[in-house]
């Protein structure tokens, strides 16, 4: 059999399609699976041949109509929800702590879920919404499944954890100063953004350097998709000129592409084999991308200031037995 080739017109079930062996027998979880959702796109690629798809959401409801959408499509799918809040770490804590008590092994983890784009917000842990969401919580919730994860190791399986990240991370750098005490004065909706993704390609560079490649961790640019209807969300990106003055996707000045197209990148990231060993880089259009990462965020030594503001902020070390 050739090798497949992927480009920004591949699905994701394309790239399900070429290597069903490495996802049968697997368990998948995956943050932020809405329905109308990339992270629902993304479970519909796992679901046909997975061991177990674990898939997450903020209350029951919305992750029943998940469930009940994939199991229409997917009737012999093995479906667990799991209600988590990244907006909250007594959340992230009872979550990680009921995938902790499964029997099943954790093979991978896709940190999909994102919060809004929009104005200054503070969560409940004092910090901005959008850092706290995209970046503390899923390295908090990566730092308590670690052991499951690197028990899933065997021979021939090397355990993922992936980052869905953006090509906005180019559009700033992180204000290192206001990562403890957010200031609503240096506040612009596009630059929080961009220092949450900056956080997610950096994390996975460090997350398996840290592990000694144990864990094999990437980023990803998923494509330019029209997924948010969010007041708040429109508005901003009316504002950056991606979305026209009617609160529609400016496609004649952007390349939007499908759903299933920019969920295909999540899926490579999570299985080619051909990227194992290549942990800490940045995918786009399914392939390997690192030429499109930004000095900033290319730069290791960021990669460990990073990680360890991270775990002063969370007053715990992340730590590999």
């Known amino acids: 059999m050739s090798s497949p080739t992927f480009d920004v017109n591949t699905t994701a079930k394309d790239v399900a399609a070429a290597f069903p062996e490495q996802i049968k027998g697997k368990t998948v979880l995956i943050t932020g699976t809405s329905l109308k959702s990339i992270g629902f796109t993304t479970a519909q690629a796992f679901a046909k041949d997975v061991g177990l798809l674990i898939i997450t959401g903020r209350s029951h ?8 959408a ?17 907006a909250s770490r007594t959340s992230v804590r009872k979550a990680a702590a009921e995938v ?5 092994p954790l093979h991978i983890l896709i940190h999909n879920a994102a919060d ?6 503070l969560n409940e842990d004092r910090l901005e919404s959008q850092f ?5 919580s899923p390295f908090l919730f990566t730092k308590l499944l670690a052991p499951k994860i690197l028990a899933s190791a065997a021979p021939g399986i090397v355990p993922r954890v992936i980052f869905v990240s953006s090509l906005a991370h180019g559009f700033g ?3 290192w100063d206001t990562l403890a005490n957010p200031d609503e004065a240096k506040y612009n909706a596009v630059g929080a953004y961009a220092q949450a993704k900056i956080a997610n390609v950096l994390t996975a ?5 840290r592990s000694g490649g144990r864990i094999q961790s990437f980023s990803l640019h998923p494509g330019t998709i029209a997924t948010s209807e969010a007041p708040a969300t429109v508005t901003t990106l009316q504002a950056i000129g991606i979305y026209t003055p009617e609160g529609k996707p400016d496609t004649e000045k952007h390349p939007f592409i499908s759903q299933e197209q920019g969920a295909a990148t999540t899926v490579a ?3 080619d084999p051909r990227i194992e060993g290549k942990g800490g880089a940045y995918l786009s259009s399914s392939n390997i991308a690192d030429d499109e990462v930004s000095a900033f965020a290319a730069d290791l030594a960021n990669a460990e200031k990073l990680w360890t503001l991270t775990e002063e902020l969370l007053g715990e070390k992340f730590v590999f037995a």
């Open 61 to 68: 409801e919305k992750l029943k109509a998940t469930e009940a």
């Open 70 to 86: 994939l199991k229409t499509e997917f009737p012999g799918a093995n479906i667990r929800p799991l209600v988590l809040d990244l």
């Open 100 to 104: 902790n008590s499964y029997s099943e």
């Open 116 to 121: 809004v784009i929009g104005p200054f917000r």
């Open 132 to 136: 706290s969401s995209d970046h503390v």
């Open 173 to 175: 750098i992180i204000d």
């Open 205 to 209: 560079k460090e997350l398996t350097k």
């Open 269 to 271: 990231a999570a299985i």
